[in-house]
């Protein structure tokens, strides 16, 4: 016979998985200084303005 498993521990161990994943997500997104996340907008900017410029016209 199986043992018994409590179900509100259950829920809670998977409510703290899940909060972790999302925190190491948040940590991901909103961990870097506001400095470095303007420098890597303005390399995309300048990126697709210069993928842009190189597009052929038709």
Do not use: F, I
């Not at 043992?3 to 870097?32: D, I, M, S």
Request: no cysteine; glycine share 4%; hydrophobic share 40%.
């Amino acid at each position: 016979m199986s043992k018994p498993v409590n179900l509100k521990q259950v829920r809670k161990r998977k409510a703290r998985a899940e909060k972790a994943v999302k925190a190491e997500a948040n940590r991901l997104l909103h961990g870097q200084p506001k400095a470095v996340t303007d420098l890597a907008k303005a390399r995309a900017a300048k990126a697709a303005r210069q993928l842009d410029g190189k597009k052929l016209q038709s």
